[in-house]
């Protein structure tokens, strides 16, 4: 059974960091362009960032530009967001997401709506 499991949720103050982790059962992960995104009450989910299948290609919104970093290790089917200089605004349940994608290994996406897996989420609270 394909499944992707978060973690590395937390509450921590303005400016500082963590790093989300996601890990996948029963994926071939270098076949799938692979995305975190972000959910808050009344809102859509967003897409925060992606990575493509050769992991040389990344896209990132522009709210977390510059203070967000994704990552994969495929060898050990593991993604990655380290997020550094936290802010209350980044508040939110983060969702990580795989799309299937064979064809062009530079392919990165933030659209919701083309990944079909998604993990359960993990909740991030900056304040203080």
């Known amino acids: 059974q394909q499944q992707l499991v978060e973690s590395g949720g937390g509450l921590v103050q303005p400016g500082e960091s963590l790093r989300l982790s996601c890990k996948a059962s029963a994926f071939m992960l270098h076949y799938y362009i692979l995305g975190w995104f972000r959910q808050t009450p009344g809102h859509e989910r967003e897409g925060v960032a992606s990575?493509?299948?050769?992991?040389?290609?990344?896209i990132y919104a522009d709210s977390v530009k510059g203070r967000f970093t994704i990552s994969r290790d495929n060898a050990n089917n593991t993604l990655y967001l380290h997020m550094n200089n936290l802010k209350p605004e980044d508040t939110a349940v983060y969702y990580c997401a795989a799309l299937f994608h064979i064809w062009d290994q530079e392919r990165t996406s933030l659209l919701p709506d083309q990944y079909g897996y998604w993990g359960q989420g993990t909740q991030v609270t900056v304040s203080g």
């Open positions: 990575i493509s299948t050769s992991g040389h290609s990344t």
